[in-house]
């Protein structure tokens, strides 16, 4: 089962989210707004990741919003991308698991619970 819906600004073919815990936003459409993608992942108990600053800014004045992961790294090479986030990854879902919001910066993680 899904548990983690990933944006259409990260890959869809990137091999840390295969699997049956992750759902990419072009297997539910291409052309899905913000707003159809915050409702699907919170009727579905889905946490959203992305780099897309305005799903962590409308988590603060939501009730109950879905669970978020903001990677805010910067343009990375998909190699780099890669290897940081198989670096961190465990970590990120382990926050995620507890907090409304997971900021990933390059050499930082925030959490809003």
């Avoid at 009727?43 to 799903?55: H, Q």
């Avoid at 990854?89 to 900021?103: D, E, M, N, Y």
């Amino acid at each position: 089962m899904a548990r983690y819906l990933i944006d259409a600004n990260l890959p869809y073919r990137f091999s840390l989210w295969h699997g049956d815990a992750y759902l990419h936003v072009f297997d539910l459409g291409d052309d899905l707004q913000d707003s159809a993608i915050w409702s699907y992942a919170r009727e579905n108990n889905l946490t959203i990741v992305t780099k897309d600053a305005d799903f962590s800014d409308r988590m603060m004045i939501s009730e109950p919003p879905p669970r978020i992961i903001h990677l805010r790294v910067g343009n990375m090479r998909l190699r780099d991308l890669s290897e940081f986030l198989q670096r961190i990854w465990p970590r990120v879902t382990q926050l995620g698991a507890s907090s409304r919001l997971v900021i990933v910066r390059p050499t930082l993680i925030e959490c809003v619970s």
